[in-house]
């Protein structure tokens, strides 16, 4: 089956309005916290129970796509994530505010694991190439929200954040209106499936499976760590102009955007293990080159690590899917969800190293990460075996 690059493309721009939300709610923290009176540790809850409900209970939502076809989430799910931070502006009680977050967190949490499932019946032959067209458009979605989040609040105030709500409604009429054509594939892949006698995973693909969680996790610890870890490091500790250490955050994660695009013709090409454990430690010595650098170079530097570290994103999600061919939602939700809500989870040990130690040996820590995520994919028994009899 040719890949349907229509498909993947509409399911890319709902992948990037629905990731707007937990892209924006980082940068409307502090006016959260302005305008309600919160202590630090009240906002850092908000931020914990967006990425709980957002990231971690993905594989749950996972679990009932795989059951049957529940293609109406296509729709529902990027209305729910824009409607629930849309309204966080108007609220004045923390519960409540805990509460829109949480309600958003749940629509971009049941967007992931239907919007991967599905974009892997358009993918074609080339499954890293179609899959990296619809997960660039999340990676979009986290690099433009706090743009526009703080874009909106900039312009119109507190109350400012109801502009979020307009692309959740565009995009669930869009879907609506696409909904037969976009979801015949699901409803035909659960009618064989019925037809067919159920054959649970081998044990070496559970095996290979976790370890995979585990790379994705080190992956994401590095990722969340280093752009948490930046600022303070230029900010607070060398003094630097914010506005600097902004500039390289950004230009680490856009740089990841064209990784996954430029990476995934790459990994169909040589293969997804070896494009997985190449770029996992050609991360090394690109963190070890920038922590030494300064001056425009570092930019240049960072932005190769960036590029490489993000590139196989979408490529584990395929690698995962081709071990768990019959539960591609749970695939999904444990790679995009529970393996990366994990890695954000660790960056808080980061921030004990900080206080103890400090922020440059927390920053040198995160480059032991990708070492042993290499490690891990070494392990990784992958294409697996007998797949073919099981498609």
């Known amino acids: 089956m040719a890949m349907n690059k229509k498909a993947l493309a509409l399911l890319s721009i709902g992948h990037l309005v629905t990731d707007l939300n937990p892209g924006a709610l980082p940068i409307l923290l502090p006016f959260f916290k302005e305008s309600l009176h919160l202590s630090y540790t009240m906002a850092g809850g908000i931020l914990l129970f967006g990425n709980l409900t957002s990231s971690v209970i993905q594989p749950i939502f996972g679990y009932f796509s795989d059951k049957r076809p529940r293609g109406w989430i296509l729709p529902i799910a990027p209305l729910l994530a824009c409607l629930g931070m ?5 609220i004045s009680v923390y519960p409540l505010l805990i509460l829109a977050v949480a309600a958003s967190g749940l629509g971009v949490a049941c967007f992931h694991p239907e919007g991967f499932k599905t974009a892997h019946f358009f993918t074609g032959e080339n499954k890293a190439t179609g899959m990296s067209i619809f997960g660039v458009g999340g990676n979009l979605g986290m690099a433009l929200g706090p743009i526009f989040g703080i874009a909106l609040i900039t312009s119109f105030g507190m109350k400012g954040t109801l502009g979020l709500v307009l692309p959740g409604i565009l995009m669930a009429a869009v879907f609506s209106l696409s909904f037969s054509w976009l979801t015949a594939p699901l409803h035909a892949a659960s009618t064989q499936t019925k037809k067919e006698v159920e054959q649970s995973p081998f044990r070496e693909e559970w095996a290979s499976l976790f370890l995979l969680i585990g790379v994705v996790i080190m992956r994401s610890w590095t990722q969340l760590g280093l752009v948490t870890c930046i600022p303070f490091y230029y900010i607070d500790y060398l003094k630097g102009d914010p506005l600097y250490a902004g500039k390289l955050v950004s230009t680490f994660m856009m740089a990841g955007v064209v990784g996954t695009l430029v990476g995934s013709p790459l990994a169909d090409r040589w293969g997804h293990k070896k ?31 960036g590029m490489i570290l993000i590139s196989n994103f979408t490529v584990t999600v395929v690698m995962a899917q081709a071990l768990l061919p019959r539960h591609l939602g749970m695939a999904s939700g444990l790679m995009v969800g529970f393996a990366v ?7 808080t040990l980061l921030g004990a190293i900080a206080d103890h130690w400090g922020v440059p040996t927390a920053i040198r820590s995160i480059f032991l990460l990708p070492c042993i995520g290499y490690g891990l994919s070494l392990l990784i028994k992958y294409p697996p075996q007998k797949a073919e009899k099981r498609i």
């Not at 849309?86 to 108007?90: D, E, L, N, P, S």
């Not at 997985?276 to 991360?283: D, E, G, V």
């Not at 809500?341 to 960056?347: K, R």
């Open 86 to 90: 849309a309204v966080t502006g108007f």
């Open 275 to 305: 494009f997985l454990s190449i770029s996992m430690l050609l991360t090394v010595p690109l963190l070890l080159l920038f922590y030494k650098s300064s001056g425009f170079i570092v930019f240049i530097i960072l932005g190769a690590a």
């Open 341 to 347: 809500g994990t890695g954000g989870i660790g960056v």
